[in-house]
């Protein structure tokens, strides 16, 4: 026997009762619509907001001039490591440069040998010049690309875009590239 449904909420005029099923998929699209927004909102907020460029790609500030030149006076002009930066400052012929970590061969970051007094590159063994970075021998078709270095106030700044770095393709140290002279 099939009993009445006296008891339930639709007989007694609840809310089903009361929603078509016209109304049900209007929320029920509404809802969806909003749901998709809002993750959409969530993916797409952390492209919109800027972030601070720090490290690669910055103006990185390398320390007092005289501080660098008494630290390459004390270490018989050994390159002092920056590794926010990605550089080495080198103590050229009349000039501080920054000579970028990156091997022109391949890629590889190079390190400074101190047994070797150099740069040796650990993938396919380039190595460069301690005082101005151009090849001695290995693969790499020319010396370490140099960032922009400017003076302001005493103090050493280092423009590590690498975008804007100075190639050369002739690998000599052309004293026309100095911008920070030693002196």
Request: charge should be positive.
């Amino acid at each position: 026997m099939i009993r009445p449904h006296d008891e339930t909420s639709i007989a007694q005029g609840g809310l089903v009762s009361r929603i078509k099923r016209r109304q049900l998929l209007r929320i029920g699209f509404l809802s969806a619509t909003l749901l998709i927004g809002a993750e959409l909102t969530v993916l797409v907020v952390p492209f919109i907001k800027v972030l601070k460029i720090e490290g690669l790609g910055a103006k990185i500030p390398a320390g007092k001039k005289a501080d660098i030149l008494a630290k390459f006076q004390a270490s018989k002009d050994e390159p002092i490591l920056n590794t926010e930066g990605r550089f080495f400052l080198i103590h050229a012929p009349g000039a501080i440069a920054a000579a970028y970590r990156k091997c022109t061969h391949l890629g590889c970051t190079v390190p400074w040998n101190k047994t070797e007094d150099q740069f040796h590159c650990p993938c396919h063994g380039s190595l460069y010049d301690k005082h101005t970075a151009v090849v001695i021998g290995g693969p790499a078709p020319r010396g370490l690309d140099l960032f922009h270095v400017a003076d302001v106030n005493g103090s050493i700044v280092v423009d590590t875009n690498p975008l804007n770095v100075l190639k050369r393709s002739n690998n000599q140290w052309d004293p026309a590239q100095v911008e920070v002279t030693d002196t």
